[in-house]
């Protein structure tokens, strides 16, 4: 079967509160680099992505251009957009640049990126791998909508509004997302687009805006269990670690 056109859409346009710094998560350094070109090199280097979008914060245009995409040969990357306040605005915006067709592009090559496959990342998680890539490439060209992720290591406990357990799920059966979170660009697209027109305040990820307004089934793909999301100062220190171990 022929390789489908795929686009990853990194997302590093997020404030980051609880790390407790001035500068984003994603702009601090691990390893030399700043969190965010961790993830970015993992799609730069992998066979599977095409074009990558880089969404981040209005303030952050110009550095991310020349201290980031130009300094690291990043040249995959086709756009350095302007997200929203929230996650889901800075997805939407980038798919309307994965919908639009610009005056000076290849015909051939819009309609490939409009109808292949999205890659929707957190620039915040710096140890994807091509490999996870791969697998979630396989799994979206069979099921149009999946999500990296790990099964839990601990048993979890639903509470109700006063911390009292209702429930406790079968641990086997529950996984927690990651990212990327990958999807047939028409299906996403199209839910997104019906997402926006509603109540978006407790949207927390990509695949539950296409499970609520498209109803299909959404696959869950291994990631493993290093593809952390650096969102507190431990995190950053756990993510030095590995870092260190590996070299």
Same mark, same amino acid.
């Given at each position: 079967m022929e390789k489908q056109y795929c686009t990853a859409?990194?997302?590093?346009?997020? /404030?980051?509160?609880?790390?407790?710094?001035?500068?984003?998560?994603?702009?601090?350094?691990? %390893?030399?680099?700043? $969190?965010?070109?961790?993830?970015?090199?993992?799609?730069?280097?992998?066979? $599977? &992505? @095409?074009?990558?979008?880089?969404?981040?914060?209005?303030?952050h245009l110009g550095y991310c251009k020349q201290e980031i995409v130009e300094a690291y040969g990043? @040249?995959? $990357?086709?756009? $350095?957009?302007?997200?929203?306040? +929230?996650?889901?605005?800075?997805?939407?915006?980038?798919?309307?640049? &994965?919908? @639009?067709?610009?005056?000076? +592009? @290849?015909?051939? /090559?819009?309609?490939?990126?409009?109808? %292949?496959?999205?890659? &929707?990342h957190d620039g915040a998680r710096p140890f994807v791998t091509p490999e996870i890539i791969a697998r979630a490439y396989e799994d979206v060209v069979r099921w149009k909508a999946c999500v990296v992720g790990m099964p839990v290591k601990d048993t979890i406990k639903l509470v109700d509004t006063d911390s009292c357990i209702v429930d406790?799920?079968? /641990?086997?059966?529950?996984?927690?997302a990651q990212t990327p979170q990958v999807f047939a660009v028409p299906l996403i697209a199209e839910a997104f687009a019906r997402q926006m027109k509603k109540d978006c305040s407790n949207v927390t990820d990509d695949a539950m805006v296409v499970e609520a307004q498209m109803g299909v089934k959404i696959h869950m793909t291994q990631g493993s269990y290093e593809n952390i999301k650096i969102t507190t100062p431990e995190d950053l220190l756990i993510a030095e670690t590995m870092l260190n171990k590996k070299s």
């Open positions: 859409v990194v997302l590093a346009a997020g /404030r980051g509160a609880r790390m407790g710094t001035r500068t984003a998560k994603q702009y601090l350094e691990i %390893g030399g680099m700043p $969190v965010v070109v961790h993830a970015l090199l993992a799609f730069q280097e992998s066979p $599977v &992505i @095409d074009e990558i979008i880089l969404m981040t914060d209005a303030g990043l @040249d995959k $990357v086709s756009t $350095v957009g302007a997200g929203g306040r +929230e996650r889901y605005e800075s997805v939407w915006k980038a798919l309307c640049t &994965i919908m @639009d067709q610009e005056e000076w +592009e @290849d015909e051939a /090559r819009c309609r490939a990126r409009q109808e %292949g496959y999205v890659f &929707i406790s799920p079968r /641990r086997s059966l529950v996984w927690q």
